[in-house]
């Protein structure tokens, strides 16, 4: 699938301020070693405005525009969409308690103390965990690289979030012996709530997540390069990806001649387990920016998506006044969350220049997207870094985006 590129001017860019863009990525990270490669995306309605490919996807090997990402978590927008077929298919309600299909979680509790060689004490929730908690995050639930818990700790010693860690099944019946981080519903904390969604998604649906992700997603979008697992004769085009380092600015951390997202894992995450293009995402995000439909197929409802990508924190608040987290993909300052996405609710609190309601999310290896549906925009940048934290190039490219808008 190849991406074609139209002239800026007609899509309200200026086309000198959008090329800055790039030249800042070379000056800044590319020619200082920390990153790797780089690649973005900006379109606008259907069309491209700005595509550029930087750096080597390998040694001696230049990045191309098919190569295939690793985008964990913008794997979680793809679930959540998913799970919400479920509901507009009158299958499931976001009021439904997480135990109508999850028996094995009617009891859980709530930290009180223990944790480590001690027992954990528990209380009963206030109120059960809902399918609504999931999907915007406020399950109780967390994340072990949180490292802030004696819950994230529990998490980390049954290696819940590694690649090679539990199938679906097995995760849920682990998870059942450790206690929620708060009562369900009234906190915000970065979790693997999705991955949830997508076991639901497998007992809804009685078939492997994947299969689920296929039939509901991918296959009708036409994203013929998103997997769960690389297929072998696609692998040549997998770059390598590197993880943070302080003296060495970077050091490789999964080769793409052998990256283990050519091996079939154990665990489909739905919170992360991904791999796509540029160009497959995009065809995501013009679904989304699009009502829910591309070129006949139907996703979503209009007025599902809408209700998607409205905030529905507690009271309405952003996360500075709702987060428990330590990290997450957002900037909590000006930043709600809706079901699957973070949201601008207030776009001046964010300190960048965009629109409120536009939607985001990223992924631990600093890929981002986001969508603009008041400037019909859109943005994807892929690169291969972990973690997604370590240099704030997702906001200087939205506010140079910003600047070449006429």
Not at 69 to 83: D, E, G, L, Q
Not at 125 to 133: A, G, K, L, N, S
Not at 237 to 262: I, N, Q, S
Request: aromatic share 8%; with cysteine.
């Amino acid at each position: 699938m190849t991406l074609s590129v139209s002239d800026p001017a007609d899509l309200g860019f200026n086309h000198a301020l959008l090329e800055r863009i790039p030249a800042h990525i070379q000056s800044k990270y590319l020619d200082t070693g920390r990153l790797p490669h780089a690649a973005l995306l900006i379109g606008r309605g259907h069309e491209l405005a700005h595509l550029s490919l930087q750096g080597n996807a390998r040694e001696g090997q230049a990045l191309q525009q098919d190569a295939i990402f690793r985008i964990a978590s913008m794997t979680k927008p793809i679930t959540s969409v998913a799970f919400m077929q479920l509901v507009e298919e009158g299958r499931i309600a976001l009021s439904d308690p997480v135990h109508r299909i999850i028996p094995e979680w009617k009891d859980l509790g709530v930290f009180v103390s223990g944790g480590g060689a001690q027992p954990f004490v528990t209380r009963p929730t206030t109120q059960p965990m809902r399918m609504i908690d999931l999907l915007r995050h406020t399950s109780g639930l967390t994340y072990g690289f949180q490292e802030r818990t004696p819950i994230d700790a529990a998490y980390r010693a049954r290696k819940l979030e590694a690649f090679a860690g539990p199938d679906l099944e097995e995760f849920i019946k682990i998870l059942a012996q450790i206690p929620l981080q708060f009562d369900p519903g009234t906190a915000w904390n970065y979790s693997i709530s999705t991955d949830i969604l997508g076991a639901i998604l497998q007992r809804m649906d009685d078939k492997p997540l994947d299969q689920v992700i296929a039939d509901r997603i991918t296959k009708p979008l036409g994203m013929v390069d998103t997997h769960f697992q690389i297929p072998e004769d696609k692998l040549d085009r997998v770059p390598d990806c590197y993880v943070f380092h302080p003296t060495e600015k970077m050091k490789l951390y999964d080769p793409g001649a052998t990256t283990a997202w050519g091996r079939k894992p154990s665990q489909l995450s739905g919170g992360g387990g991904m791999a796509s293009t540029l160009a497959d995402y995009h065809r995501f995000c013009r679904m989304l920016l699009n009502g829910g439909r591309l070129e006949g197929a139907r996703i979503l409802g209009r007025k599902t998506l809408d209700l998607m990508v409205a905030n529905h924190l507690p009271g309405g608040g952003d996360l500075t006044q709702h987060s428990k987290a330590l990290f997450s993909e957002a900037e909590n300052a000006g930043a709600g969350f809706g079901l699957g996405f973070a949201t601008t609710i207030d776009n001046a609190a964010t300190g960048v220049a965009g629109s409120n309601g536009d939607f985001y999310w990223g992924g631990m290896f600093s890929t981002a997207f986001f969508v603009d549906p008041a400037e019909d925009v859109i943005m994807i940048f892929m690169t291969q870094l972990m973690p997604s934290s370590t240099y704030p190039i997702r906001r200087e490219i939205k506010s140079m985006l910003y600047a070449a808008v006429e």
